[in-house]
């Protein structure tokens, strides 16, 4: 791509260049991000252009042009050849940059009517119903496994705990059926999510609208697939960061379940206990003790739930209390945002991976469950019988004193 002596969008002609060191402080490394929002963004930017075609804005010989420069960033975005420089800032400039270099003066007329305000705002809006879809089907495919390894050790008793003491007995399907049902209240607030997702900003320019043009939004939001507008400009504006917030709150309650499933086999996969194992592949090993196999895998799983937090405590701690209308803040609330979904992407694959290929060691288990263990059964067949409750939780309490 060759460049262009107008490097920057916003710059005027003759204008003074903006200081190297506050330059690539302001923009760290948002360019490199945006690689991964190319195609949303290309994506809105071929709604934008047939909305233009519409109100009369394109010519349809200029439409084809800008459709065909917009297909060539996506094939080569896919192909990992499309790069957005330092020196652009950000992905909306490579954009409109290469529209101009390859499809001449109509590349010009490509951010008619809409702010890189709104354009970053219906790229991550795109991405982030994507990224969504795609842990929902994650999360059902978690669940389906726990729900198979449930069946299949439906019967296999296990020790239940309070204060980290042996309790009650349970079954271990009942204990891989309660992570399941988390995980099922965590789909409905994921599902909430993605409603509040729903809505297209483009077309709210820079937080106020536009009022000259005649921007179809309701033109785009079909387009783009959305079920309807975000029809205040200024909420737009305001939602950047915030849906990003919630978001993450939703998926941090999957991560939570997540989190709490491993730390339970790490406890059960110790020596102590024994309850379950996993493949010697899953397992790494000690630099100085040969006879150490370690759940690393586990204890990362728990470990990121921690991590996770730190991404969502980010965001909103960059958002409150700004002023209303788009704040350069709003920058810092991508980064945290996209590494938070990942991790998330990539934990609940490897909790799925893990329920998968669990093995129950039953002997250990049945073990564990002594008699004691029944000993609040005992006292409710004296109930049966006519005993008041607290006589027969003495009756039975002195056979275990």
């Known amino acids: 791509m060759k460049k262009n002596l107008m490097k920057k969008i916003w710059q005027k002609a003759g204008g003074q260049q903006v200081d190297p060191l506050v330059e690539s402080y302001t923009i760290g490394n948002d360019y490199l991000l945006d690689m991964e929002l ?33 297909e060539q960033i996506e094939s080569l975005s896919s192909a990992g050849k499309f790069h957005v420089r330092k020196d ?76 980290m003491q042996r309790a009650m007995p349970t079954t271990v399907g009942a204990w891989l059926e309660s992570y399941a049902d988390s995980l099922r209240d965590d ?84 020596k102590e206990f024994g309850f379950f194992d996993l493949p010697v592949t899953f397992k790494t090993g000690s630099s100085i003790m040969p006879q150490k196999k370690n759940f690393d895998v586990l204890e990362l799983m728990r470990g990121n739930v ?12 960059v958002i409150t209390n700004l002023p209303l209308g788009y704040n350069r803040d709003f920058q810092l609330t991508k980064e945290p945002y996209m590494k938070g979904i990942q991790l998330a992407m990539d934990s609940i694959s490897i909790a799925t991976h893990v329920a998968k290929n669990l093995i129950v060691h039953h002997e250990a288990l049945t073990a564990a469950c002594t008699p004691d263990l029944y000993a609040t059964d005992e006292a409710h067949r004296l109930v049966k019988k006519g005993m008041p409750f607290r006589e027969a939780y003495r009756e039975v309490g002195k056979k275990y004193r």
């Open 187 to 270: 789909l409905i607030l994921l599902k909430a999510a993605r409603v509040v997702l729903d809505q297209n900003p483009l077309g709210s320019a820079a937080g106020y609208g536009e009022s000259v043009l005649g921007n179809d939004r309701d033109f785009t939001a079909s387009e783009l697939g959305f079920s309807k507008i975000q029809d205040n400009p200024m909420y737009c504006a305001m939602s950047r960061g915030k849906f990003e917030v919630i978001v993450l709150q939703a998926l941090s309650l999957a991560m939570f379940t997540v989190g709490k499933f491993a730390s339970d086999l790490l406890l059960f996969t110790t």
């Open 88 to 163: 652009q800032e950000d992905g909306h400039t490579a954009i409109e940059e290469f529209l101009t270099e390859t499809c001449g003066e109509v590349g010009k007329k490509i951010h008619t009517g809409r702010s890189r305000n709104d354009q970053v705002l219906v790229a991550m809006r795109l991405f982030s119903l994507e990224r969504v879809d795609g842990i929902l089907k994650l999360v059902n495919e978690l669940i389906s496994a726990l729900s198979a390894a449930k069946k299949k050790y439906a019967h296999v008793l296990m020790p239940g705990y309070t204060h």
């Open 306 to 317: 921690g991590i996770f937090q730190g991404y969502l405590y980010q965001i909103q701690n």
């Open 38 to 70: 190319i195609p949303f963004d290309a994506r809105a930017s071929r709604a934008h252009a047939k909305m233009l075609k519409k109100i009369g804005i394109l010519s349809a010989s200029e439409l084809a042009k800008l459709l065909k420069g917009l």
